[in-house]
């Protein structure tokens, strides 16, 4: 080898460690972890990797090989680093598998639905399509990533799927096994429907299909530990709303309207349906609330007060405080960024519509409070003194 055993056991140590830096692109764990360093030799300066692929044609292998690259040169003594690609056998993907879920975890479960789950479920809800849900949805979502929380969107829009274009995803899912490892884009992973048809081909589904396909998209797809999943909802109360809840009943809504005193109403259905579910409803954001003219007044072009009016209305309604959580401007900007697929909270922080679109997100940031250790109100046995 050209150097005598203690420095090379020494070198060895140091690539292993430099390999011990490189997470895997997708499941954002160290690649040595996830049992795809399969060995590596070192001659003369040269290491040599055989790493394991989880799919053959990862479309990763370029980042793979490019941050295995950079990590092992930056080694004194390290002149050049060759990658050799396997793909991992059956089995080696089954191991990899127990890994991500825990050993003996054979059946997928909704992680999010087990009482020990940290994260915070949002269901961004509307009672009529147009109303601007999926802008909402993706800002929130880049807006939250941002702040170094762990973000996941479920395109939940069956019909009208629209966030992976909107994100900027271009990448499709990949499988180990019956795991879906979902793309990324600006921090945030997504999962779409319009990600397993062909083109832009309609999808044509009844409720239990519907249902299914939820049911994979919050069990078999790997999320990793979440801070906040968003899920955009088709608008309405159908299927989707209904299995949502059954699947999902600690889902919080957020219920999108603009100020139209008839989308006003109708989001105010949409919003009652979390009485029959007994979902939380978290508050209310109004959208394409004013366009700002050159002379810096403003035009209602739908009116004025609807998200006031259905935020008051569900108070009433579910007996506990349902808050405006912000207005939206309504602004050319907004719709431009999205389709580009660089949501304007990154686009164009400074924009009055990015401003209150990254307020409502520092609302929602917040953890929820448990009640552990708070007092009720309640006087149980109380002793006078």
């Not at 299909?209 to 909802?233: C, P, S």
């Not at 029959?276 to 007044?297: A, C, I, K």
């Amino acid at each position: 080898m050209g150097c005598m055993s203690a420095p090379a056991s020494t070198i060895e140590d140091a690539i292993q460690a430099a390999l011990a830096t490189v997470d895997d692109p997708e499941i954002r764990r160290p690649i040595t972890d996830l049992g795809m360093v399969q060995g590596f030799t070192v001659v003369d300066g040269l290491v040599k990797v055989d790493l394991l692929l989880t799919v053959a044609g990862c479309p990763l292998r370029d980042k793979l090989n490019a941050d295995i690259t950079a990590a092992v040169t930056g080694i004194p003594g390290i002149t050049g680093v060759e990658i050799n690609f396997g793909v991992m056998n059956e089995e080696q993907r089954k191991a990899l598998q127990s890994t991500l879920r825990g050993p003996g975890a054979a059946e997928p479960v909704i992680p999010f639905a087990q009482p020990g789950s940290r994260t915070r479920v949002y269901a961004v809800a509307s009672g009529k399509g147009g109303v601007g849900k999926s802008s909402v949805t993706v800002n929130l979502a880049a807006a939250l990533a941002r702040r170094g929380l762990s973000v996941g969107v479920i395109d939940a829009d069956i019909y009208g799927h629209s966030v992976p274009r909107m994100l900027g995803v271009e990448n499709k899912p990949t499988r180990v096994e019956d795991m879906i490892m979902p793309p990324q884009s600006h921090g945030v992973k997504v999962i779409s429907i319009g990600m397993f048809t062909a083109g832009n081909a309609a999808v044509v589904w009844r409720g239990p299909m519907l249902h299914r396909a939820l049911q994979q998209f919050l069990a078999d797809v790997y999320w990793g530990d979440l801070d906040v999943l968003l899920l955009d909802l088709p608008p309405g109360t159908g299927d989707v709303a209904i299995s949502l809840a059954q699947l999902l009943p600690n889902a919080e809504i957020l219920v999108v309207t603009t100020p139209q005193a008839a989308a006003a109403e109708v989001a105010e259905r949409a919003g009652a349906i979390a009485l029959q579910t007994h979902q939380r409803l978290v508050g209310v954001v109004e959208n394409m609330s004013w366009l700002e003219l050159p002379d810096g007044s403003r035009m209602e072009v739908f009116g004025a007060g609807g998200g006031q009016a259905v935020a008051e209305s569900l108070t009433q309604t579910v007996g506990a405080r349902v808050p405006l959580l912000g207005q939206i401007p309504l602004d050319t900007r907004v719709r431009e960024a999205g389709d580009a697929g660089n949501p304007i909270v990154l686009a164009e922080p400074e924009a009055p519509a990015a401003k209150a679109l990254d307020g409502v997100a520092d609302k929602l940031a917040v953890r929820r409070e448990s009640l552990v250790g708070k007092p009720l109100g309640l006087m149980v046995n109380a002793k006078r003194g």
